[in-house]
């Protein structure tokens, strides 16, 4: 349950930094990512400030005993036509990897998400004003959890905040808070 929770909380952490970035930050790619910026999918050239960069998300309150550690990396994938997202949570005690991509039937951004807890989940995201969020679609939770709603909020500080409610057993509860840092160290660990 608290698993699910935080990958939400993963990828609306980029859509949050990625639509809200400074677009002076693109001049800081290297030339060698020329041809790879070139070759992006225009639906995702806003997440260029995320790309090749590593997230280090903890949850609240700060006394609770279950605080979560999340780390995530980005990076280009599918020749230009998907951001790829790899995270683990408490040094890989879980895991999981994200695919985003454009969806021209759906004129929205998709994206799945596959988890070393054995679930996987599909789900679509936006932006709404100052907020980002996210729905999605579980199968196979153990826990009842059969939807994920999610919103965002970039601080002015540069952290982002997220929190998510889940649809388990038939009614919306309130999920984890996290707050994310740019943390180019952290490792993703998969055991």
Not at 58 to 79: C, G, I, K, Q, Y
Not at 95 to 106: A, L, S, V
Not at 157 to 169: A, E, K, P
Request: with cysteine; charged share 20%; hydrophobic share 35%.
């Amino acid at each position: 349950m608290k698993k699910l929770t935080c990958v939400v909380s993963v990828v609306l952490l980029f859509v949050a930094l990625a639509v809200t970035a400074d677009p002076a930050s693109q001049d800081s790619l290297k030339a060698q990512d020329t041809e790879a910026v070139a070759s992006l999918n225009d639906h995702l050239k806003p997440f260029l400030p995320l790309i090749g960069k590593t997230w280090r998300g903890t949850s609240l309150p700060a006394e609770a005993e279950d605080r979560m550690s999340d780390v995530s990396h980005w990076e280009r994938a599918l020749n230009g036509q998907g951001i790829r997202i790899l995270h683990s949570v408490n040094d890989g005690e879980y895991g999981g990897e994200t695919m985003i991509m454009w969806d021209e039937q759906k004129e929205s951004l998709v994206f799945f998400y596959f988890t070393t807890a054995g679930f996987y989940t599909t789900g679509t995201m936006k932006a709404e004003g100052s907020q980002y969020t996210s729905h999605e679609y579980v199968t196979g939770n153990e826990n009842g959890i059969t939807e994920v709603k999610a919103v965002s909020t970039v601080l002015p500080d540069g952290r982002l905040h997220t929190q998510s409610q889940y649809l388990q057993n038939g009614e919306w509860v309130d999920g984890h808070e996290f707050y994310y840092r740019e943390d180019p160290a952290a490792p993703v660990i998969f055991k």
